[in-house]
């Protein structure tokens, strides 16, 4: 691809890692209340919070376009919930440098705004629903919006056009039983389903009751349930991705805790209240929002998200700080 004079090819950090990929949480607020995310009464803390306004997180993804980022991806809270996403997708779709833009959401409100994202040019969506049962999603979610949800599948299954992945959160006497089921939906649609790790981020520690499921045991429990299943090669933090012979779509785990990915981490991640984190693992962030709202030079914009660039750990599981996330609905996933 012929790179426009202006643009920077990479973001290479102090390991040698391409960064290219940046997750922006869009809102701290969600429609679900996941008993292993949050709290019943959690929508207060995020209502309270100030939040990036369309303006700034554009003029953050015009300025990571520049600098080498290729990969937007929006998230939450509910990223649905903004009103004005499609222009956020808008917006990123047309930035010289990003090549894709795409969308982690729950579903709830994903069948009535469909359209305005595909009219806006979204690249590809992550579903996360973790039960295929309803009373059971009544119960993970504390929710009764299995029904719309549901609906949003049945529609993405029928979307070859996008890149489609099904994030399911495994855990122990929860949801388990429901793996053969999952893995089935890849029988007739182009999807990645995609069983992942609990990490241990929930300011409620429920990885502590006994509850997490490890890949390897998820990995077992595949094979059992599908004996010939063919090994395939994986994305970036799919360790372990199959296809079951005759099925159109694939299966991966994500091994989020068991296993160390950071020597291919290339993410950065913007939380819904403007700050800028190199690390999953750590405490430490750069809050963006008085470079947004002041008059501050691009250059300055530019020099921060340079700055954690470098201070990006080489190895955030082993020496990331404890708790440094509470709930994912802050930072994104
Ligand atoms: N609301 C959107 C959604 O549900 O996809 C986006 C935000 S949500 C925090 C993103 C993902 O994080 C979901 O797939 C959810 O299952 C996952 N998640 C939340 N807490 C988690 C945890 N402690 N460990 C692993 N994944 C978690």
């Avoid at 372990?240 to 785990?253: H, L, T, V």
């Avoid at 068991?258 to 290339?266: A, D, K, Q, T, V």
């Avoid at 190199?278 to 430490?284: A, I, P, T, V």
Wanted: overall charge neutral; charged content about 30%; aromatic content about 6%.
């Amino acid at each position: 691809m012929l790179m426009p004079e202006n643009l920077q090819p990479n973001l290479i950090d102090r390991y040698g890692r391409t960064i290219d990929y940046m997750r922006i949480a869009i809102t701290a607020a969600c429609n679900l209340r996941c008993t292993y995310c949050l709290r019943e009464d959690d929508a207060g803390v995020a209502r309270k919070q100030e939040q990036m306004d369309a303006a700034q997180i554009g003029s953050i993804i015009g300025v990571l376009g520049r600098m080498g980022i290729r990969k937007i991806r929006f998230t939450g809270g509910e990223p649905l919930l903004r009103k004005d996403l499609p222009e956020l997708v808008a917006i990123a779709r047309a930035t010289p440098g990003i090549e894709s833009v795409k969308l982690t959401t729950n579903g709830v409100l994903l069948e009535k705004r469909l359209p305005e994202l595909l009219e806006a040019g979204i690249d590809g969506i992550n579903l996360s629903l973790d039960t295929l049962d309803q009373a059971r999603f009544r119960s993970i979610t504390r929710r009764d919006e299995y029904p719309q949800v549901r609906k949003a599948l049945e529609i993405l299954k029928e979307m070859p056009s996008l890149r489609i992945k099904i994030n399911v959160l495994l855990l122990r006497g929860v949801n388990d039983d429901e793996i053969p089921a999952f893995a089935e939906l890849t029988r007739n649609s182009e999807i990645t389903v995609r069983f992942m790790e609990l990490q241990p981020f929930d300011d409620r520690q429920i990885w502590r009751t006994g509850r997490f499921m490890g890949a390897e045991m998820i990995r077992e429990r595949l094979h059992s349930a599908f004996p010939d299943i063919d090994p395939i090669t994986g994305r970036d933090t799919e360790h372990y991705s199959f296809r079951i012979p005759g099925c159109k779509g694939s299966i991966a785990i994500i091994p989020a805790y068991s296993r160390n990915f950071c020597s291919r981490c290339s993410r950065l991640r913007i939380t819904a209240a403007g700050n800028l984190v190199s690390c999953l693992y750590r405490r430490e962030s750069i809050d963006l929002m008085p470079i947004l709202k002041g008059d501050s030079p691009e250059e300055t914009l530019i020099l921060t998200i340079e700055d954690a660039v470098r201070r990006k750990p080489q190895d955030g599981l082993k020496s990331g700080d404890d708790n440094a996330v509470t709930s994912m609905s802050q930072i994104g996933g």
